[in-house]
């Protein structure tokens, strides 16, 4: 058995912006979908920490940000295995894993986390990761960019679980990519519902890669200060639907397998084959 799915979800997807609180619908729905032969990259770490620790100590982290955004990843990450494991079928094994840039960008280390992803759909166990922001710092992570990038054409960088995902599925070779937002999919203008585009697909990668083009022209906009937006999701999409795959991009209240299904609104970028 190999890889079939590759999966995301963004961190603004669980939570409930009103009630400052996780959004267990959606975590529970879509932990019961997982199943062996999917990777499943997660966010929300920094997000759910944030809040489990103003639940209990009444007030957010004061002090430096950058360490702050670290302590709560820290708190966080144990939250979001719970539920995974508490909202997956019982028969499935759940593995965590924790990866950095570096990971990637030598072969192996790579060659290591994907032998491991494959062994985990042949034993029934379904791997879910995430970056490694507790022991994460910024500067240092610069400094190693800067000269991975001296002597390498593409460097990994992983400074966004969109990236981390799209790699992910080129690694393993993974059919489906499927990103979980907090919106129905691209958008022309986000501020109008209407510019939903629905399918980003061309009969070759040449052509397909051109209406990647032109669309990131016209989107802007993120759901949350410091994210990248629709923008960067279609560039961390490129190199997965230029091998092969395709990319779904879809609101995560409706889960994964009717993004898949096409039974809800979403948007569709891939090489359509005849």
Same mark, same amino acid.
């Given at each position: 058995m190999g890889i079939e799915i590759v999966g995301k979800i963004g961190s603004m997807a669980m939570i409930r912006k009103e009630e400052n609180d996780i959004d267990y619908n959606i975590i529970s729905r879509v932990a019961s979908e997982l199943?062996?032969?999917m990777v499943f990259v997660t966010s929300g770490a920094a997000e759910i920490g944030r809040v489990d620790y103003m639940k209990r100590a009444g007030r957010e982290l004061s002090g430096d940000r950058r360490e702050a955004k670290m302590d709560y990843c820290a708190q966080g990450q144990i939250i979001l295995m719970e539920n995974y494991r508490a909202f997956s079928r019982p028969e499935y094994s759940i593995r965590q894993l924790l990866v950095e840039h570096q990971h990637f960008n030598d072969e192996a280390k790579r060659e290591n986390i994907r032998r491991l992803l494959l062994r985990a759909a042949e034993q029934n166990a379904i791997p879910i990761v995430n970056y490694n922001d507790p022991v994460s710092d910024d500067?240092?992570?610069?400094?190693?960019?800067? =000269?991975?990038?001296?002597?390498?054409?593409?460097?990994?960088?992983?400074?966004?679980?969109?990236?981390t995902a799209a790699v992910l599925c080129e690694l393993v070779g993974a059919k489906y990519l499927v990103i979980l937002s907090s919106t129905e999919g691209i958008y022309r203008d986000a501020s109008d519902p209407s510019t939903l585009v629905t399918n980003v697909e061309a009969d070759t990668p040449e052509a397909l890669l051109q209406k990647i083009r032109i669309l990131q022209e =016209?989107?802007?906009?993120? =759901?949350?200060?410091?994210?990248?937006?629709?923008?960067?999701?279609?560039?961390?999409?490129?190199?997965?639907?230029?091998?092969?795959?395709?990319?779904?991009?879809?609101h995560a209240r409706h889960g994964i397998n009717a993004l898949l299904e096409r039974k809800a609104p979403h948007t569709r970028i891939g090489v359509v084959r005849s």
């Open positions: 199943h062996p032969g500067e240092i992570l610069k400094m190693e960019l800067a =000269s991975l990038k001296q002597d390498h054409d593409h460097v990994v960088e992983c400074v966004d679980n969109d990236e =016209s989107c802007t906009g993120a =759901s949350r200060a410091g994210a990248n937006g629709a923008r960067a999701k279609l560039e961390f999409a490129v190199r997965p639907a230029l091998k092969g795959a395709t990319v779904i991009i879809g």
